[in-house]
């Protein structure tokens, strides 16, 4: 461009009759140097974030949305997220948008007041974490580099799912942990991948899969694909949840998850799943239904096939299957009803939100909000020092405040009986008094002698030693025990037990 333009004024100069100018072209500019590494790069910080109390009915089954402004003046780079409540958090979908979007006041809030839902959320920012069902503590953690950017001014929002199985009312909250990294250490921002099948139709009685194919017509682009996280959501009758991607040479199998308990369902690729030229996503959830009426797509007993992933690659995905357009469900031979789904998909391109650090953001200081002072660090584990509940309280009630909402619902000790060991039913009780544990030479629960009840001591130490070692307390994947009036109301049980 330069030349042309010194070419045209020696042109006009030699029609005038002025004396051709000297030209003197400029010298190549030389790359500017890479930014210096600060002497902070090696730092993180870590930023926690407590929720407000909400306050749940006795057997209350809600859906809220909740918004924190994190008030950053300059982006944020997240490497992994850390997540603990204290119950009642059934599933949580948490995104980051602009701070403007979804304007009120932060807290807990109706969804449908500001027209929440998770695509328009993550269309309008991208996503941050999702909750695996039931989980009280998880961490997503990336590969050294792999970050999730949060632009300057932003507002992390979440949809949540709330259910208090108890016949009590409580009140819960939760703990966001993020663990930002330096600008100069990130190596790649992450795009959203979110996946689901809202055609689910689970005859009574019955076991069911439910697939669909997201192929060529889906994804014209074909984008590079590296695949870095990867979480499926579904509920207690879910059986198994399955995600094939598929290149120019055929299918890479990529991710499988069997069964359901209150842990995190999550997985991180380390190395990441490298596909050069993405042309199909396949993906398919499992259920077995015991219930004697069909379940569908929803909340209660009913059921979800959701996937949250993070990949690099420039554009943001979001593919499934709209109600009403399956094929099925047509049982076969070993009973199982199957059903293939139609995708619809459509991928958008990556917006400026996430863009990788700017050379100032490289070369300067680790830049955080202020620090809330006031929110505190997650509780931890205490030893249940009670007094037992008098006078003894049935099983019947333990059943019912203690065992099916804390121990039965998450499914380990629920129909799929972990351990050997269901805590549903008329039958529970003669499973448990008397009855040797399989973990250690102990019984479940010596009547009159919780001290000497395997279950008991799994409930009221956070490090029980028995049998030599120490073991996980109950319930599984918890970071604290239970509330004290529960452990107590298990003691006064035990102690009752006639000898």
Not at 45 to 64: D, I, K
Not at 104 to 124: E, T
Not at 300 to 329: H, K, Q, W, Y
């Amino acid at each position: 461009m330069i030349r042309r333009r010194l070419a045209s004024l020696v042109f006009v100069a030699s029609v005038v009759g002025c004396a051709e100018p000297e030209v003197v072209y400029p010298e190549p500019r030389e790359p500017l140097p890479d930014p210096q590494m600060p002497a902070d790069a090696q730092a993180n910080a870590r930023l926690v974030h407590e929720t407000v109390p909400f306050e749940l009915e006795g057997s209350q089954e809600t859906m809220s949305c909740y918004s924190w402004t994190v008030g950053n003046d300059a982006p944020l780079y997240v490497q992994a997220v850390e997540f603990q409540n204290g119950g009642s958090f059934h599933h949580s979908n948490w995104f980051v948008v602009p701070e403007d979007v979804y304007p009120g006041d932060d807290g807990f809030w109706p969804c449908h007041h500001r027209g929440f839902d998770d695509i328009s959320a993550a269309l309008a920012g991208t996503a941050l974490f999702a909750q695996s069902t039931q989980a009280l503590q998880e961490t997503m953690r990336f590969t050294d580099g792999a970050t999730i950017r949060i632009p300057a001014r932003s507002k992390i929002v979440a949809g949540v799912h709330l259910l208090n199985l108890g016949p009590d009312p409580r009140a819960t909250e939760a703990w966001m942990s993020l663990e930002v990294i330096h600008p100069a250490l990130v190596e790649t921002t992450l795009s959203p991948v979110l996946l689901s099948n809202l055609d689910l139709q689970i005859p009574a009685n019955s076991k069911a899969t439910f697939y669909s194919f997201c192929g060529s017509a889906s994804l014209p682009e074909k984008p590079a694909f590296d695949l870095h996280y990867i979480l499926p959501h579904y509920h207690r009758t879910g059986d198994a949840a399955r995600v094939t991607l598929f290149d120019s040479d055929g299918e890479v199998e990529v991710f499988e998850h069997l069964g359901f308990g209150a842990s995190s369902m999550g997985r991180t690729f380390d190395p990441p799943v490298s596909i050069e030229s993405l042309s199909g996503i396949e993906f398919s959830c499992a259920y077995d239904n015991p219930h004697d009426e069909p379940l569908t797509w929803g909340i209660g007993i009913n059921e979800m096939c959701v996937f949250l992933a993070f990949a690099d690659t420039d554009v943001v995905i979001v593919a499934g299957v709209d109600r009403g357009s399956s094929s099925g469900p047509f049982e076969v031979d070993d009973g199982t009803y199957v059903s293939d789904g139609l995708c619809r998909a459509f991928m958008t391109p990556r917006s400026l939100a996430y863009a990788m650090p700017t050379r100032e953001e490289i070369a300067g200081p680790l830049r955080l909000p202020a620090s809330d002072a006031s929110a505190p660090e997650p509780p931890t584990c205490e030893d249940a020092l009670v007094e037992a509940v008098e006078p003894a309280p049935s099983f019947s009630d333990v059943q019912e405040r203690v065992f099916s909402p804390w121990c039965s619902f998450s499914s380990c000790h629920g129909a799929s009986g972990a351990g050997g060991l269901s805590f549903e039913g008329p039958q529970a009780e003669a499973s448990l008094v008397g009855v040797g544990a399989t973990a250690v030479d102990m019984p479940r629960v010596a009547p009159g002698d919780p001290e000497g009840s395997y279950l008991y001591r799994l409930l009221s130490e956070c490090t029980p030693e028995v049998g030599g070692a120490p073991r996980r307390h109950m319930p599984a994947g918890a970071p604290t025990l239970l509330d004290p009036e529960l452990v107590a109301l298990v003691r006064g049980w035990i102690e009752g037990l006639p000898p």
